[in-house]
């Protein structure tokens, strides 16, 4: 009864489901059930496609990488200011910076991917104590989340074409709306 409870569950916020147990393919499976952080994540890859070249796999790799040092002070306790809002500001700036086929710097789209990644580390790290292989689990979570990337990459790549580059942005506006409602219903507004 309680596996039943747990396998239909809400699962809207990657970051509801405290004391999540499990390893390599409970970590794997976890972005996929979490739509705040599967929007984000095929976001980046989005946006990395529309940059092109060396942004194509620079906010891909970025990502990853710091999400697992985000994990890591999720896991020592270290507290980060309102997390949740950041994690849903992730998919209404990223989402909206592919709407609007934003180009910035490389730097400046670094960092801002690397903010986020922090966060979306961050929280997942806070779970990684109660699961039974932390590490297997955190590699899994790292994999998927590499994995949402290229898909965002793969779809970004018709941005190659006028009517793709409209769908792509149509997809990052709508990536930009669920950002917005996950932000409003977080801060309760809408409720």
Do not use: K, N
Not at 20 to 27: E, K, P, Q, S, Y
Not at 31 to 40: R, S
Not at 94 to 110: D, E, I, N, Q, T
């Amino acid at each position: 009864m309680t596996a039943a409870g747990l396998a239909f569950a809400d699962t809207a916020a990657a970051h509801e489901q405290a004391g999540v147990a499990g390893g390599l393919a409970t970590g794997f499976l976890h972005p996929f059930t979490g739509l705040d952080h599967l929007i984000a994540m095929v976001a980046v890859g989005l946006w990395g496609a529309q940059l092109g070249a060396p942004a194509l796999w620079i906010l891909p790799i970025t990502f990853p990488l710091v999400m697992a040092f985000g994990g890591v002070l999720g896991v020592l306790g270290v507290p980060l200011p309102v997390p949740e809002v950041v994690i849903a500001c992730s998919a209404l700036v990223l989402g909206s910076a592919v709407a609007m086929r934003l180009r910035v710097p490389l730097v400046a789209a670094s960092l801002l991917v690397a903010v986020f990644a922090i966060f979306h580390g961050h929280a997942h790290g806070r779970e990684l104590p109660s699961a039974s292989d932390p590490l297997a689990y955190g590699i899994g979570f790292v994999v998927a989340t590499g994995l949402l990337h290229l898909f965002g990459i793969g779809i970004g790549t018709l941005s190659r074409w006028p009517s793709g580059q409209r769908a792509i942005q149509g997809l990052g506006a709508m990536i930009a709306a669920l950002g917005g409602y996950f932000l409003l219903s977080g801060l309760g507004i809408g409720r």
